[in-house]
């Protein structure tokens, strides 16, 4: 992409995924401060990063606990108030990294990783925000928790762990229209009592936010094609 004023093609199209946030919100009389975006960097490097970061963006989403490894430590020391978000699956024996690494982690669904989770933040002294992701679709290869074992697993986590659930996370399927599963995800956490929801990445989040997504991660139309 042409680069004619100065600005970097990143900088300017997370100028207008802001405002478009912004105008999804109006459009549904929501408070556009109510809608985190989470600037998903993942496969680009902290040079790609620069001008977002530059152009004061602080909250950011990695799906692999090993790639934000290598990037976000330094990073942390220039910019003191960024939040990290892991919005990929967690194997348990990463548990204790991710805990040391992240601010919030999107994708706790299972009891497994639950404990884990819980272990550590103990351990370590940290309290991250949780969101339990739901297998919406049901599809058999997608991480998250069926929906049928939903309230179940939030009253494990809850009673048994003494976790804070901030809220749920989904991510539908590629052939499904969005908008079935950001509903059937907010109906989900009016049951649950949970606030959050995390849903919307590049191409819906605008729907997302009309069906009440506290949180979208949006990557593609942010950093480019990866
Ligand atoms: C990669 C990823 C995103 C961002 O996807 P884009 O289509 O690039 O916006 C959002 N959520 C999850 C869980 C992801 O893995």
């Not at 706790?108 to 819980?118: E, S």
């Not at 933040?121 to 739901?134: D, H, I, N, P, S």
């Not at 003494?162 to 907010?186: N, Q, S, T, W, Y």
Request: charge should be neutral; glycine fraction near 10%.
């Amino acid at each position: 992409m042409s680069d004619l004023a100065g600005i970097d093609p990143s900088a300017v199209r997370l100028g207008s995924i802001r405002e478009m946030v912004k105008a999804a919100c109006i459009a549904k009389q929501r408070d556009p401060g109510a809608v985190k975006l989470i600037a998903v960097s993942k496969t680009f490097s902290a040079a790609d990063m620069a001008p977002v970061l530059n152009a004061g963006q602080r909250v950011f989403g990695e799906n692999r606990v090993q790639e934000a490894e290598g990037k976000w430590p330094s990073l942390r020391e220039t910019y003191p108030d960024l939040r990290l978000h892991l919005i990929g699956p967690l194997q348990s024996n990463k548990a204790r990294d991710a805990v040391a690494l992240f601010d919030a982690i999107h994708t706790i669904d299972r009891p497994k990783i639950a404990r884990a989770i819980a272990g550590e933040m103990t351990a370590q002294g940290r309290k991250l925000e949780l969101f339990v992701q739901v297998n919406t679709g049901e599809e058999p290869q997608k991480a998250g928790i069926m929906p049928r074992d939903a309230a179940a697993f939030v009253a494990m986590c809850r009673d048994e762990l003494g976790l804070r659930i901030a809220g749920l996370m989904c991510i539908p399927p590629i052939e499904d229209e969005p908008a079935v599963h950001f509903a059937f995800l907010a109906k989900l956490g009016r049951e649950l009592g949970v606030t959050g929801l995390s849903m919307g990445m590049s191409g819906d989040f605008e729907t997302a936010i009309a069906f009440g997504a506290t949180h979208v991660r949006v990557g593609s139309a942010i950093f480019g094609g990866r």
